[in-house]
């Protein structure tokens, strides 16, 4: 097999040159070649690190070579890609200018083939070395840190081998976590989390059930329900590791074992302040034990357990978003839902972890030996931010118009979608001279849109700016949000700027289908159990004074429709369940699908209640395709229980137990004989995870 060639760039505006040299290396590298500075430019954009060398020459029309040099030294191209310099040129001060550039040699004209091969060929050589030395020196770095972090997991697998987990349970955790945090940095600064903060997070993460091993090996690994004196045992694993972290004789003041308590300690409060130990509530829990307790739902409900079965991924992220697991902060949920199709890609992959952990320690590396006049943390923290910001920026845009504008040299970078619906190339060079930039933005559109951008600052850098753009013969409107980039000279220089450019049009539509999707279940079309409480609580705030009924009701031995004639006739029996529930209702009556079979009713009434009850409940028995429907209801009137929605949801569920307990196909109020009648069943904290 052939072995690749590698790649060399030469950037020469004489064709005579450019053929010289292409004959000299053409047998041994393959050529790329630019007669000017601002295609080199596009050229490295594009193929990037694919470049094994640039041959650069100074002089050259539209940009000369050391505008070349500067652009590779703002986008740390120069650190990766060597460049000599070709020209006739030998002043000293071109060459001094040269070299503080970042050029590696200089070759001058007329050219000496022998001289020109060797000094690529050691130029290369060079540069191949340097990375080898790059990888062998993160492989000594990522050797390192995986021993400090296999004492951990050795720890952490002690405890999931007694508690007959999966041995990916920590793993799961962690890399959930991982994902989580990520995330959670992108959408707001209300956390304050660094990348050192959610390295150590993910780490303290694998510690977050090691108080399990005080727990007796008969209750860890019960097959059945809890009784509730082995229910209040198994809530002491959280304290006990707490404890077990607090009297570690020494490395009390580190971070990591500060964090690792945190998690230990109140991996099981909840949001609402229904957990344990301290009944913390909302963010008087640490944000690295709620984001752990999340991911250990999660991993919990989509893992077999000797007392469960596994749920899939999508059913698993339905329970937690419809507060079936226990209530979470809103901004993690609102995290999960969006990363929730990114998920199962990463869990149970050992692997791909590692690798990238070995690409981490890898840039690492590469930094602290290209960098030796900054500290490995201040390098780092330089391009993580920059990252950061485009990353942020751009992360939320899909299928939308995405660009990016510099103006050293003038260029415009558009996303494949952006140029596809613009009719426009991916680069576009020196765009203010583009005939077909004119077609598209008038003159005074283009000057509005530089004056709003030229006068933001680097403190307030995000501009919104409406305009019209001609495509296909039709004037649109679109909305232009932009972030203005400002270098850190003193004082700051503008140099351009990214952003996206949306149909305002299209936007809305797009807007209110993602509305929709937020508050209604996509299967049957009701509402979802989030927005329906949120729906209930507001009508009850409007209407104080009045009388509510809160109906819940799920459908008798659905379970077989799945079992004997498949989930896809099951969603149909919930479909047509749906219907039936939406003709019987009233107008002002608000209907939900809670998850699984289950579903919630929320009317007003004035006197008769059990007639509306009683003709709904009828409404919904009957036979579809063969397969007998009835239902079992628990209902709870405000009348009884108060106008908490808490307190109504609980007592409904209550009456339906005591429907089911009874035999099913029929409907009860709820009354106080009910209140233990849920006792007997198991608590099971936080929807999955026991204890």
């Known amino acids: 097999m052939n072995k690749r060639k590698q790649k060399i760039l030469i950037v020469d505006d004489s064709e005579l040159n450019r053929a010289i040299l292409a004959d000299m290396l053409d047998e041994e590298y393959e050529i790329i070649e630019a007669e000017n500075g601002m295609q080199g430019v596009a050229a490295l954009q594009l193929q ?3 470049i094994s060398l640039v041959l650069l020459d100074i002089v050259m029309p539209e940009m000369d070579g050391f505008g070349v040099l500067n652009v590779m030294k703002q986008n740390q191209w120069i650190e990766d890609i060597p460049v000599i310099m ?12 040269a070299y503080e550039l970042g050029v590696t040699d200089f070759i001058s004209r ?34 390192n840190e995986q021993r400090s972090n296999l004492l951990i997991d050795i720890l952490s697998h002690i405890v999931e081998f007694r508690n007959g987990e999966s041995g990916l349970h920590v793993l799961n955790v962690r890399t959930l976590t991982e994902l989580m945090l990520v995330h959670l940095v992108q959408q707001t600064d209300q956390y304050h989390l660094s990348p050192t903060d959610i390295s150590m997070i993910c780490t303290a993460s694998a510690l977050h059930d090691i108080g399990k091993i005080s727990i007796d090996e008969k209750i860890l690994n019960k097959p059945g329900h809890f009784t509730p004196e082995e229910f209040a045992i198994m809530k002491t694993h959280s304290m006990a590791g707490a404890e077990m972290l607090q009297n570690l004789p020494i490395h009390q003041d580190d971070p990591l074992v500060k964090v690792a308590y945190d998690i230990c300690r109140w991996h099981h409060e909840r949001w609402d302040g229904r957990g344990y130990p301290d009944g913390l509530v909302g963010d008087q829990i640490p944000i690295s034990a709620q984001v752990v307790s999340l991911a250990d739902v999660y991993d919990a409900l989509t893992a077999k357990r000797c007392y469960k079965d596994s749920l899939p991924h999508e059913k698993a992220v339905e329970m937690i978003l419809d507060g079936q697991c226990g209530t979470f902060n809103p901004l993690l949920k609102e995290c999960l839902q969006e990363i929730a199709p990114d998920i199962p890609a990463h869990m149970n992959n050992s692997n791909s972890i590692t690798q990238r952990n070995q690409r981490e320690m890898r840039n690492v590396a590469q930094e602290m030996h290209q960098h030796e006049e900054l500290t490995a943390s201040e390098r780092t923290l330089q391009l993580l931010e920059h990252e950061r910001m485009k990353y942020s920026f751009f992360a939320a845009l899909t299928q939308e118009i995405q660009f990016e504008f510099t103006l050293s040299p003038p260029m415009v970078t558009l996303s494949a979608f952006g140029a596809e619906k613009l009719g426009l190339d991916e680069i576009i ?24 951008l030229r006068s933001t600052t680097p403190e307030h850098p995000v501009i919104t700016y409406d305009c019209r753009l001609n495509l296909n013969g039709q004037r649109r409107w679109y909305q232009i949000t932009a972030r203005a980039v400002w270098s850190t000279d003193e004082p700051p220089r503008y140099t351009g700027a990214i952003g996206k450019a949306i149909d305002t049009h299209e936007s809305r539509m797009r807007l209110d289908a993602l509305e929709r999707m937020a508050s209604h279940d996509s299967l049957t079309g009701l509402l979802n159990h989030a927005y329906a409480k949120k729906r209930i609580l507001d009508r009850m705030d409007l209407r104080a004074a009045c009388h509510f009924a809160l109906a819940i009701f799920d459908l008798d031995h659905f379970k077989s429709a799945n079992d004997n004639l498949g989930h896809a006739f099951g969603d149909h029996v919930l479909i047509h369940v749906s219907e039936k529930l939406r003709q019987s209702i009233r107008g002002g009556d608000i209907a ?36 007998p429907i009835s239902v079992s209801m628990g209902v709870a009137l405000t009348e009884v229980v108060g106008s908490s929605y808490d307190d109504l949801f609980h007592s409904a569920d209550q009456a339906l137990y005591t429907v089911k307990r009874s035999g099913r196909g029929q409907f009860r109020f709820y009354d106080k004989s009910m209140q233990n009648m849920l006792s007997a069943i198991t608590p099971i904290d936080n929807g999955g995870e026991r204890g």
Not at 599 to 620: A, P, Q, T
């Open 592 to 627: 939900a699908r809670v998850g699984g079979d289950e579903f919630l009713i929320f009317l007003e009434y004035k006197d008769d209640v059990e007639s509306i009850i009683s003709r709904i409940f009828s409404s919904l028995c009957g036979v579809y395709e063969d397969f």
């Open 110 to 143: 007329p050219f000496d083939a022998l001289i020109v091969h060797r000094r690529v060929v050691n130029t290369i050589l060079l540069y191949a070395k340097q990375k080898k030395l790059v990888s062998m020196v993160a492989d000594q770095i990522y050797e």
């Open 86 to 97: 070709i020209s006739a040129e030998s002043g000293s001060s071109h060459i001094e200018r």
């Open 48 to 50: 990037g690190m694919d």
């Open 429 to 452: 060079m020196d765009p203010l001279q583009n005939e077909k930039v004119h077609a598209l933005m008038d003159i005074q559109e283009r000057q509005g849109l530089s004056d709003a």
